[in-house]
C-alpha cells in the first residue's frame, strides 16, 4: 500500500506527511466531522475566518492560527505512516533475500569470516547488561512494594470518606423526610371535620347525662327533707327520671365513618428517585456506581458517547423496552446556559427519548403536538388510578417569567425544530424576503428575525413605533419603523429591536426579513415550539407583592437549560398547569414551598381578625315614587336586577376604572393570587373591567364572582381577577335586586315562556320602576314594572305577563300614580279625626294664602329650607286647592305654544317644571343659552328653565299658597348675626319635605314667628329650635326680664305703698318663712375706652396689616407701632403677675379692659359684646376680635399713657355690593393684606380720631380698590368724577432748589440675586472634606477643605470679611422685602451676623417669623424680622461654604423597630441619626458620583472604607 491511498474528497490529492523542507497535505476535522486537506480549507475559508462544510452547510470558525489550528485527523495520519513503515521493511527484505540467495559460497564464507573479525567482544556486553538489569530488578521490587502498600491505605481512607458522604446524605434524607411527614401530618385537620356530627351526638349524649344527673340529685334531697318539695316542679324531676334511654335515636354512624384517606408509599417511584438522588459519582459526574443492566458487548460498543448529547441513553430515536433501563453515559459538561447558545445548539444531535409505555410513540411534530397534550391531560386526569406505566415528557425550558408563567420546548422535538431553523434560513435567502418601500408592517404580523450567527427565528410583532411618533402605532411602512417589540413564537420570550434611520431599507433588511405568502402557508404548518405553562396549585408566598425575583432566580438557577420530566394536570386556557420533575429532587413545586417561595394554593374564607372592604349595599328606589331604571339582568320575573340611571357618577366611575386597568403593567401588578370569601375585586366581562365580589370556589383555581354593577354570575379563573383601588369603593353597587309585585308564576313556577317573553320587554330597556315595599339588603324589593314612556302612561310589565296568560294576580293593586306621602322621618303621629276632604265645587277658588283663625298645631310641609330664620311651608289643608291651581294651569298652558315675547326679570309667569306647571316669577335671564331662573311661588325654591317652558300667567292666577317662617326663641351660636353654613345645611337636610307641626307665634312679622314640632324615629314630638341647641348650632334668644323677676319687683313696689295692707291681710296665725336667699346683685365697674390712635400723616406711609373685621375694617399698624407694641406687652405682664379672682361684674358700662389671650399673655382690649359666659372683646392694640371666656376679661385698664396702636381704616372711593363687605371679600382681603407691609395712602384726617381713616391701599403696584372692584365686590363711587380721579398718584418728591452735595450719603442700595454654590472638584477621585451639618443620615451639607477656595483677588477671606460687617452691623438696613431664596444677614445665638437667605414665612401672627438657612454652615434657624440685615456687597461674592449633598450607597431600612424617630423625616430613627453624627467626626474624603438630579457623594473614612458600613452592619441602614 502506498502513501497515496487516502485522498482528499474535493481535490483527489493524496494526504502526505511534511518531510524536511516539504510542506505535507495533511487531513483537517471541521466540527461537523467532515475531513478535507489543508488546501480546499484555505480556499473555503471566508474573510469573516468562517469555513462552510461543502456537504452538510455547517459553519466552523476558525481562529487566530487559521486553518492550520484545526483538528488534525490522527487515524488518516497513523494510517499514512503505518503504509510508509511497511513499504520501507518490505524494500530492505527484498535486498536481504536478493543478497543472500544470488551470492557463490566461497564468497559466502570469505564474508562471514571478516564479519566474525569485526564484531565487538560480546561477553563484556552481556555483563553491563546483567549488571543494569539486576539495579532494574531491585528498583521494580521496591516500588512494588511502595504500592501495594499505599494502594491499602488509600483504599481504606477512600471507603471510610464515601461511608462517611453515605452516612450525611442519608441523614439529609431522613431530615427530608421527616418535614415531608409533618407536612402530610398538616393535612389530617380535615379528617377532624368528618366526626363533627358524632362529637355533636357526644354533646347532646353529655348534656342528657348532666340533667339526669341534676335530677337524681334533685330526688335524693327532696326524699331526704320532704319540706324541699316547694322549691321544685316533682312532676318536671320525676318526668326526666322516667324519661327512657332511646338508642335508635342516637347516631352510631360516627364509629365506622373512614375519612377514604391514606398514606401510599410509592416503592417504584421512590427506588427510582433514591436511584437518581442518591448515587456515587466521580467529579465529572461520571456515574461510577448505578444499578443497571448488562447486555452485550456489540450494544456496549454502538452506544458510543456523544459530545453534544444534553443527557445521553441508548439509541437515538427508539424506545427501550420496558423491563431494561438505559445504560447511563457521560453527560456533557458543555450545555448551553443561555438562550443564544439554545440557538446556537440547534445542530446538536440529542438523544433523549421517553420512558413510556411498550409500545413506540410516534415523535409529535407540527400540529400533532396539541394532540398529544390532549391526549396526555385525558391520561392524567381521566384515569389517575391506572396502573399503567405512567407517560413522561421531556422537555427544555427555555424562557422564565416567574413560576406561573415560563415555556417549555418538547426534546422530542429537537429535529423538527432543527429542520424549522433550516426551512426559515432558506426562506430568508431569497431575494423575495426583502422589505420594499411599499411594504407595511402591522400588530401581529409574522417575521423573520437574525438572531445570531446567520440563524433565523420567526417572531410576532407585539408593538410597533413609528418615526417622530412617540405613542405605538397599529401598523406603519416598513420605511418609517423605529422600534419594535418581537415575540419569539419557539422561544417564548420578547425582545425590543431598535431599528437605524437612514433613510433607506438596509438596516431593517439586515435583521428582518418578511414572509411571502408560500412561506407563511409553510409556516402556519408549524405549531409553535414555545408551549405555555405554569407550576399547578402553587402562589407567591407574598399575595400582595406577587411572584419574588428570588423565586424566579432559583428555579432558572436549578433548571439551566438541562432536560427536566414534566408531568400535565391539565390545561388552563392557553396555559398548561403542569410540575417539573428533576432527578436531584423531587418536585418543582414541592422545592418552591420548602424554601419558602411558594406555597400551595388553598382559598380560605376570610379571617374573623381581619375584614375586608366590602361594596356599599345599593341604594333601593324610594317607596311609592316613580323612578327611571334599566333592567340589566334577568333570572326570572322574581329574580332580576335593575339599575337606576339618575346617578350619572356611576358613568365616571366605570371610564376610569377602564383607564386603570388596560395598561398590562397595571394588570400584572394588581394579581389576586388567593381570593376569599366575599372579597371585593375587579374582573373582565365583555372586554370591559367591572365591579365584582367573589361568591364561591368550585375547586381547580376558579371562583364564582358576582357582578356588583349588573347582578349576573360568573365563574372565572383566579388569574383573571385583579385587586380593586380603595377609591372604587365610593361608591354603592349599582344592581338592586328587585321581584315582580302582585304577580306569580302559574302554579307559583316561573315558565321558561314567562321568563323568555319577560326578558324580551325588559332586559337591557329603560322602565319605570315604583317599589311597594321597604325591605332589608338581604331580600328582594318588590316593584311595579311599567313600561318607558314619555307621557309616564306606560303599561304594567306584571299586567302584560298576566293577559298573556304567563302569570296570575296575587294582590289585585291600582297601578296609578301615587299620592305623596304623608308618613316621613319628621311625621307626627295624629291622633285626631281626619276631616272628609270637601269636593271642589263645594269651595271657592282661592289664588292667595290666607292664614286660619286658630294659629296653632297647623300641619304643614316643609318645602324649601335656607336658614333656621328662612324655613318655607305649605299648610297641608291648602292641598286640595294647590291641585286645582296646577289643573287649571295644565288645562290652559299644556298644549299651548311658546309666545313670541321678551321676557324680562320681576316677570310672572307659568313654568313647566319636569312635566307640572306652576306660578313662578322670572329673576333673571341667560340671552346666551336661552335659560331663565324661575323662583317658584308655591315652593320657594329657584330652577332654571328654558324660556320656551315659560308662559304669561293669567291674572286671576297670581298668587301663593308658601308661607315664609322664622323659628322663635333662638339665635345664631358663635356670637355671629348670620347663621353659619353648618346649621344651615344641617336643618335643609332634615327639614326639606318632612311634615311638621307649627304653631304660630307672632303673624305680623315677615317671615312669620313660629315653632316647629317634627316626629323622631321614636315617634316623640321634637322641637326643632331645641334641636338645633342641643347641637350646638343655636343658642337660646335673650329676654329682657323674666316673669318671676317682673312679678318680685311689682310685689315690692306693692308692698312698700300699702304697708298697713300687707300686714292686715297676712293672719297671726302663719308661721314666719325664711327670707329667700338672694345672690348679691353684680358689682357695678366702669371704665373709659383706651385713648384713639396716634394717625400718620397724610400721604404714602409703610404700614402693616394686623387684623381685618368682619365688617371689613382694615387694621394697619406703623413700624414705630410695630416695636412699641412689643415694649408694650412686656409692661403688661409686670402690671398683672397672676389672674384676679373672679367677681359678678356688671360689664355695660365697661369700655376699656384687660384680656388674657390664648397664649396667656395679658393685652389691652375693648368689650363690644357679652353673650352668656363669653365677652366679645376687641384688641385695640391689633384690631382684633374675639370670644373669651368672662374670667380673663378683667376690667381695668392699663398703659393709659400708650394710645391704641392700630389705626382702623377703610378703603377709598369704593361702595361694596349690598352695602357691606361679603364674606368672600373678606376672605379675599385678609389673604393679600394680613401679615404684610404695604403702602397705605391717608387721604385726610377725621374730626373724631375714634372712626376709620379712608385709605387707599397699594399691593405689588396695584390698588386694592380696584381689585375688590374687579373680583366684583364692590362699585366705584358715582361721587368721584372718574375713575382718573380715584387712582391715587405716588406723591411726587418736593425738593427745593439747593446745591447740596449728597455724594457719600445715600443708603446703600440692597443686593439682589442668588449665592455662587460651591463647586466640587470633579477631576479628583478623592477629595477632603467635613461635614458642617447633618439633615438626615444620608442627606448633609459639607465643606471642601480647600485654602485657596474662600479667598478673593485681594486675599480677603470670608471670615474676615464677615469680622468686618459685624463691627458695623448696626449701620446695615434691615432687610425690607422677603422674596424667597434672598441673600440677607442673619444673627445666630452667638449674637453674631452670617450670611443666610430666606426659606419662607415660618409665622405671621402675633409676630413675623422667617425661617432662614445658613449658607455657611447649612443650618435652619427662625427668626423674626428685627434680626435680619441687607447683604453687604463686599459679602456677595464669596461662594457658599456648605453645599447640600446625598449620601449614597444605603438608605433607611424597609422595617425599623426603633420607636424613636425624626419628626421630619421618620423613615429614619434617631439611634441612626446619633451613629451618623459619631460616624462623621473625624477625617473624611469624597467622591463626587451624580450632579443631577442633586449632588450625590460617597463618604470614605482614611482608611478607605465607606462611611456608612456599621450603621449598615447594626441593621440602622440597608445597603442601596
Not at 497515496?4 to 497535505?25: K, M, R
Not at 417589540?485 to 438596509?506: H, R
Not at 365610593?730 to 307559583?748: F, H, I, N, Q, R
Request: charge should be negative.
Amino acid at each position: 500500500m502506498s502513501d497515496t491511498a487516502v485522498v482528499c474528497n474535493i481535490c483527489g490529492s493524496p494526504y502526505t506527511l511534511p518531510e524536511d523542507e516539504v510542506v505535507g497535505n495533511l487531513p483537517h476535522v471541521l466540527l461537523c466531522s467532515h475531513i478535507f486537506c489543508i488546501k480546499c480549507l484555505h480556499a473555503l475559508e471566508s474573510p469573516q475566518h468562517v469555513i462552510t462544510c461543502p456537504e452538510c452547510q455547517m459553519d466552523t470558525s476558525v481562529g487566530e492560527e487559521g486553518v492550520d489550528g484545526l483538528e488534525v485527523d490522527s487515524r488518516i495520519i497513523g494510517l499514512i505512516y503505518t503504509t510508509r513503515m511497511n513499504a520501507k521493511k518490505g524494500h530492505s527484505g527484498d535486498k536481504w533475500k536478493q543478497i543472500r540467495f544470488s551470492s557463490p559460497p566461497s564468497t559466502a564464507v570469505v564474508h562471514t569470516q571478516e564479519h566474525a573479525e569485526r564484531r565487538p567482544d560480546v561477553v563484556k556486553v552481556l555483563d553491563e547488561a546483567l549488571v543494569e538489569a539486576t539495579a532494574n530488578l531491585e528498583q521494580l521490587d521496591k516500588l512494588h512494594k511502595t504500592l501495594l502498600k499505599g494502594i491499602q491505605d488509600q483504599l481504606r481512607k477512600e471507603i471510610t470518606r464515601i461511608i462517611r458522604e453515605i452516612d450525611e446524605a442519608v441523614e439529609k434524607a431522613k431530615n427530608i423526610l421527616l418535614k415531608r411527614r409533618s407536612m402530610l401530618l398538616s393535612k389530617l385537620n380535615a379528617v377532624e371535620l368528618l366526626f363533627l356530627d358524632g362529637r355533636k351526638e357526644c354533646k347532646r349524649i353529655e348534656e342528657r347525662v348532666k340533667a339526669l344527673r341534676t335530677a337524681i340529685q334533685k330526688a335524693r334531697h327532696v326524699r331526704q327533707v320532704p319540706s324541699l318539695e316547694t322549691y321544685c316542679n316533682i312532676d318536671e324531676i320525676l318526668e326526666t327520671l322516667h324519661i327512657p334511654v332511646d338508642v335508635e335515636s342516637y347516631d352510631m354512624s360516627a364509629l365506622s365513618l373512614r375519612s377514604g384517606l391514606s398514606c401510599c408509599l410509592l416503592v417504584d417511584s421512590l427506588a427510582e428517585s433514591i436511584n437518581n438522588c442518591l448515587k456515587i459519582a466521580n467529579d465529572g459526574d461520571d456515574v461510577i456506581l448505578e444499578e443497571v443492566t448488562v447486555e452485550d458487548f456489540q450494544n456496549l460498543v454502538k452506544s458510543a458517547p456523544s459530545k453534544n448529547c444534553v443527557e445521553d441513553w441508548v439509541g437515538s430515536s427508539q424506545l427501550v423496552p420496558g423491563n431494561e433501563d438505559p445504560i447511563p453515559k457521560k453527560k456533557s459538561t458543555h450545555s448551553p446556559k443561555s438562550m443564544e447558545e439554545i440557538i446556537e445548539d440547534t445542530g446538536a444531535s440529542t438523544k433523549i427519548v421517553e420512558n413510556a409505555c411498550t409500545y413506540p410513540v410516534p415523535e409529535p411534530r407540527h400540529k400533532e403536538r396539541h394532540w398529544v397534550q390532549r391526549r396526555h391531560h385525558k391520561l392524567q386526569t381521566d384515569k389517575p388510578s391506572t396502573t399503567h406505566p405512567k407517560l413522561v415528557h421531556y422537555v427544555l425550558v427555555s424562557h422564565i417569567v416567574n413560576p406561573g408563567h415560563f415555556y417549555i420546548r418538547y426534546m422530542t422535538e429537537h429535529k423538527s425544530g432543527h429542520k424549522l431553523t433550516k426551512k426559515i434560513g432558506t426562506l430568508c435567502a431569497g431575494e423575495s424576503s426583502h422589505f420594499t418601500f411599499s411594504d407595511e408592517i402591522k400588530i401581529g404580523s409574522l417575521l423573520f428575525v437574525w438572531w445570531k450567527e446567520d440563524v433565523w427565528c420567526r417572531v410576532t410583532v407585539t408593538e410597533l413605533f413609528q418615526k417622530e411618533c412617540f405613542q405605538s402605532v397599529t401598523k406603519c411602512p416598513a420605511s418609517e419603523v423605529t422600534r419594535l417589540c418581537v415575540y419569539f413564537q419557539d422561544y417564548g420570550f420578547t425582545k425590543g429591536l431598535a431599528i437605524p434611520s437612514d433613510g433607506s431599507l438596509k438596516g431593517l433588511n439586515d435583521c428582518l426579513r418578511k414572509p411571502d405568502s408560500a412561506a407563511r402557508s409553510e409556516m402556519s404548518c408549524w405549531a409553535p415550539m414555545a408551549i405555555k405553562c405554569s407550576l399547578k396549585d402553587i402562589i407567591p408566598s407574598d399575595t400582595v407583592r406577587g411572584w419574588s425575583s428570588e423565586a424566579s432566580e432559583e428555579m432558572r438557577r436549578l433548571l439551566g437549560s438541562e432536560a427536566v420530566e414534566m408531568q400535565v394536570f391539565g390545561k388552563d386556557g392557553d396555559t398548561l398547569m403542569v410540575d417539573l420533575k428533576k432527578p436531584p429532587m423531587l418536585s418543582m413545586r414541592e422545592y418552591l414551598v420548602f424554601m419558602e417561595l411558594a406555597r400551595f394554593y388553598s382559598p380560605m374564607p376570610a379571617s374573623r381578625g381581619s375584614v375586608a372592604l366590602l361594596f356599599y349595599p345599593p341604594v333601593s328606589p324610594k317607596l311609592n315614587v316613580e323612578v327611571k331604571a334599566m333592567v340589566s339582568h334577568v333570572n326570572t320575573p322574581s329574580d332580576f336586577y335593575i339599575q337606576l340611571v339618575e346617578n350619572m357618577e356611576y358613568l365616571l366611575l366605570h371610564s376610569k376604572l377602564q383607564d386603570c386597568y388596560d395598561s398590562s403593567t397595571q394588570c400584572s401588578e394588581f394579581q389576586i393570587f388567593c381570593p376569599t370569601l366575599s372579597q371585593a375585586c375587579v374582573a373582565l366581562y365583555d372586554q370591559e373591567w367591572c365591579r365584582v365580589q367573589v361568591t364561591g370556589f368550585p375547586g381547580g383555581q376558579r371562583v364564582e364572582v358576582r357582578y356588583v354593577d349588573f347582578g349576573y354570575r360568573k365563574t372565572l379563573s383566579v388569574k383573571d381577577l385583579r385587586q380593586i383601588k380603595d377609591e372604587f369603593f365610593a361608591l354603592p353597587e349599582m344592581a338592586v335586586w328587585c321581584t315582580l309585585s302582585d304577580v306569580d308564576g302559574l302554579k307559583e313556577m316561573w315558565s321558561n315562556e314567562a321568563c323568555e317573553v319577560f326578558k324580551e320587554l325588559t332586559e337591557q330597556k329603560f322602565v319605570t320602576v315604583l317599589a311597594q315595599k321597604l325591605v332589608p339588603t338581604s331580600s328582594p324589593v318588590p316593584i311595579c314594572l311599567l313600561e318607558f314612556s314619555d307621557d309616564c302612561t306606560g303599561a304594567s310589565i306584571g299586567d302584560i305577563l298576566v293577559k298573556k296568560g304567563l302569570a296570575v294576580n296575587c294582590k289585585r293593586t291600582q297601578v296609578n300614580v301615587p299620592k305623596p306621602l304623608v308618613a316621613t322621618v319628621w311625621d307626627p303621629p295624629f291622633e285626631e279625626k281626619v276631616l272628609p276632604e270637601q269636593t271642589p265645587a263645594s269651595e271657592e277658588l282661592q289664588a292667595n294664602l290666607s292664614l286660619p283663625t286658630c294659629l296653632k298645631d297647623l300641619r304643614v310641609r316643609v318645602t324649601h329650607v335656607t336658614s333656621p330664620g328662612n324655613i318655607c311651608v305649605q299648610l297641608l289643608q291648602f292641598d286640595g286647592q294647590l291641585k286645582r291651581i296646577h289643573d287649571m294651569l295644565k288645562c290652559l298652558y299644556s298644549k299651548s305654544e311658546p309666545p313670541e315675547m321678551e321676557w324680562e326679570a320681576e316677570m310672572v309667569c307659568a313654568a313647566n317644571n319636569t312635566g307640572v306647571w306652576e306660578r313662578g316669577k322670572v329673576c333673571s335671564l341667560s340671552f346666551s343659552s336661552g335659560l331663565a331662573e324661575v323662583f317658584r311661588f308655591d315652593f320657594g325654591n329657584k330652577v332654571k328653565l328654558h324660556v320656551n317652558s315659560l308662559r304669561p300667567l293669567h291674572p286671576d292666577l297670581i298668587g301663593s299658597f308658601l308661607l315664609e317662617c322664622n323659628l322663635s326663641g333662638i339665635r345664631p351660636a358663635g356670637g355671629l348675626s348670620t347663621w353659619t353654613a353648618t346649621a344651615c345645611d344641617f336643618i335643609s337636610h332634615y327639614l326639606t319635605g318632612a311634615m311638621a307641626i307649627m304653631t304660630i307665634k307672632d303673624s305680623s312679622t315677615r317671615p312669620v314667628l313660629v315653632s316647629l314640632f317634627c316626629s323622631n324615629r321614636a315617634g316623640q314630638n321634637v322641637s326643632i329650635a331645641d334641636f338645633l341647641i342641643s347641637e350646638g348650632l343655636a343658642l337660646k334668644e335673650r329676654k329682657a326680664a323674666s316673669t318671676s323677676q317682673k312679678a318680685l319687683s311689682e310685689e315690692c313696689l306693692l308692698s312698700e305703698q300699702n304697708p298697713e295692707t300687707q300686714r292686715t291681710n297676712n293672719p297671726a296665725q302663719t308661721l314666719p318663712t325664711p327670707a329667700p336667699r338672694i345672690n348679691p346683685p353684680p358689682e357695678r365697674v366702669q371704665t373709659h375706652a383706651y385713648p384713639p390712635p396716634e394717625l400718620p400723616p397724610c400721604g404714602h406711609t409703610v404700614m402693616s396689616i394686623s387684623a381685618i373685621s368682619e365688617q371689613g375694617v382694615i387694621y394697619a399698624m406703623t413700624h414705630q407701632a410695630v416695636c412699641e407694641f412689643d415694649r408694650l406687652r412686656v409692661r403688661l405682664q409686670q402690671h398683672i403677675k397672676t389672674i384676679p379672682r373672679q367677681k359678678n361684674y356688671n360689664w355695660k358700662g365697661v369700655l376699656g379692659c384687660a384680656v388674657m389671650g390664648t397664649d396667656m399673655f395679658w393685652y389691652r382690649g375693648q368689650v363690644l359684646e357679652v353673650i352668656g359666659g363669653h365677652v366679645k372683646v376687641r384688641y385695640v392694640d391689633q384690631g382684633l376680635v374675639e370670644s373669651i371666656p368672662v374670667c380673663h376679661v378683667y376690667p381695668a385698664v392699663l398703659c393709659e399713657d400708650v394710645p391704641q396702636l392700630c389705626v382702623p381704616c377703610q378703603l377709598n372711593g369704593v361702595i361694596p355690593l349690598g352695602n357691606g363687605w361679603q364674606l368672600d371679600a373678606v376672605l379675599l382681603m385678609k389673604e393679600l393684606l394680613l401679615g404684610r407691609p404695604v403702602t397705605v395712602h391717608i387721604m385726610e384726617h377725621l374730626e373724631d380720631p375714634s372712626g376709620c381713616v379712608n385709605v387707599e391701599i397699594t399691593v405689588d403696584g396695584m390698588a386694592l380698590s380696584k381689585i375688590m372692584v374687579h373680583h366684583q365686590y364692590a362699585n366705584f363711587d358715582s361721587a368721584i368724577s372718574s375713575k382718573e380721579d380715584y387712582v391715587v398718584k405716588p406723591p411726587v418728591p418736593d425738593l427745593d432748589d439747593w446745591d447740596v452735595n449728597t455724594e457719600g450719603l445715600e443708603e446703600p442700595q440692597p443686593v439682589l440675586g442668588v449665592y455662587k454654590e460651591l463647586k466640587l472638584p470633579i477631576n479628583w477621585k478623592h477629595f477632603p472634606v467635613r461635614v458642617k451639618h447633618i439633615r438626615t443620615p444620608n442627606e448633609i451639607f459639607l465643606c471642601v477643605l480647600d485654602k485657596s477656595g474662600g479667598k478673593q483677588e485681594e486675599g480677603e477671606s470670608l471670615e474676615e470679611a464677615l469680622d468686618h460687617v459685624n463691627m458695623s452691623v448696626e449701620n446695615l438696613s434691615l432687610l425690607s422685602d422677603f422674596p424667597i431664596e434672598c441673600p440677607c444677614l442673619a444673627e445666630y445665638s452667638d449674637g453674631r451676623y452670617y450670611r443666610a437667605k430666606l426659606q419662607c414665612f415660618s409665622e405671621v401672627t402675633p409676630t413675623v417669623k422667617l425661617l432662614v438657612r445658613h449658607v455657611d454652615f447649612g443650618s435652619d434657624d427662625i427668626l423674626p424680622i428685627h434680626k435680619l440685615r441687607q447683604l453687604p456687597a463686599s459679602l456677595y461674592h464669596f461662594p457658599c461654604a456648605a453645599i447640600y449633598v446625598k449620601v449614597a450607597g444605603f438608605r433607611p431600612p424597609t422595617l425599623c423597630t426603633e420607636l424613636e424617630r425624626i419628626p421630619y423625616q421618620p423613615e429614619w430613627s434617631m439611634r441612626a441619626m446619633l451613629e451618623m453624627i459619631d460616624l462623621l467626626n473625624g477625617d473624611l474624603t469624597a467622591v463626587l458620583t451624580a450632579t443631577e438630579p442633586q449632588l450625590t457623594v460617597f463618604l470614605y473614612n482614611v482608611d478607605g472604607t465607606l462611611v456608612h458600613t456599621p450603621l449598615v452592619e447594626k441593621g440602622l441602614a440597608i445597603y442601596e
